[in-house]
Each structure stands twice: as C-alpha cells, then as structure tokens.
C-alpha cells in the first residue's frame, strides 16, 4: 500500500458505540477517522492500520474471563468485529 492510498476499514451499526464505551484508548486513536455514518473508519497508511490491528490485538487480549481462560463477553464482541475488518 502507498502512502496516499486511502481506504476505509468497515465496522457494523452499533460496533463503534461499543467500542467507545469498552475500549476507550481503542476508541480516542479511531475517533478523528471515524465517518459520520459510524460505520467506517478511514485509513491513511500502512502504519495506522499496524497501530489498529495492536489495538485490536490488545482489547481482544484484555478481554478474558475472571479465570483467564477464555473470552468474555466483550472478548466475543471485539473478535466478531476483528473478524469483519
């Protein structure tokens, strides 16, 4: 990808809402590209994307049950939307 391609990453009605209100450092980095649709989020470069993949990679890691075995519910959340980027 070049540097001045542009090209958004897709989330569902209601993704976003969930993400601003569960993983706020996930949130403020995805905010200011956020369309007004709330649907997508515009990507800029190749590092932007690293930075939101280490995000997501980082929520999905956070969000394990009370014995740190599985997912929690949230967990479940944050991968289905990791799934449909």
């Known amino acids: 990808m070049m540097e ?6 897709y989330f569902k009605t209601g993704d976003l809402d969930f993400i601003e209100k569960n993983y706020p ?3 403020s980095f995805l ?3 956020i369309t007004p ?3 997508n989020v515009t990507i800029h470069s190749e590092q932007q994307w690293d930075k939101i ?10 969000s394990l049950n009370d014995s740190g075995n599985d997912l929690s519910e949230n967990g479940f ?9």
Request: hydrophobic share 40%; aromatic share 14%; no cysteine.
């Open 25 to 27: 450092e996930l949130y």
């Open 37 to 39: 649709n709330r649907l």
């Open 77 to 85: 959340r944050i991968e289905s939307i990791i799934d449909n980027l």
């Open 31 to 33: 905010k200011p590209d």
């Open 4 to 9: 001045n391609d542009f090209y958004p990453a």
């Open 53 to 62: 993949w280490n995000l997501f990679s980082t929520a999905l890691a956070e």
